[in-house]
């Protein structure tokens, strides 16, 4: 069973700055493009990051961009979302997410991920 396992959440202030970080043992980490999505009460999950493969390639919803950044370290079987000038309307549970797909088509869909995390809570207080 392919586990992805996030950390880093936690309550920070607006304007303040969290890394979340996204581990798996799974040695096709390599292979997969790994996203970020989020869901706050009441809403419905959005993406918010994905970074290909290779590494190359990133994408990011207008809301995020300028203030997050997702990275990848093939070493480590880990991704990273570097949020910061985080505001209160960030706050919801972060999942990560994998795809093994080659493409990056549709890749803002969550339907396009085949693995996910079990969640890691952001709260950013006003």
């Known amino acids: 069973q392919v586990q992805l396992v996030e950390s880093g959440g936690g309550l920070v202030q607006a304007g303040g700055s969290l890394r979340l970080s996204c581990t798996t043992s799974e040695r096709t980490f390599t292979t997969w493009s790994m996203g970020w999505f989020r869901q706050a009460p009441g809403k419905d999950r959005e993406f918010v990051a994905r970074?290909?493969?290779?590494?190359?390639?990133?994408y990011s919803t207008d809301s995020v961009k300028g203030r997050f950044t997702i990275s990848r370290d093939n070493a480590k079987n880990t991704v990273y979302l570097q949020m910061n000038n985080l505001k209160p309307e960030d706050t919801a549970v972060y999942y990560c997410a994998a795809d093994s797909r080659y493409s990056d088509t549709s890749y803002y869909i969550s339907g396009e991920y085949e693995y996910w995390g079990q969640g890691t809570q952001v709260t950013v207080s006003s």
């Open positions: 970074i290909s493969w290779t590494g190359i390639s990133t």
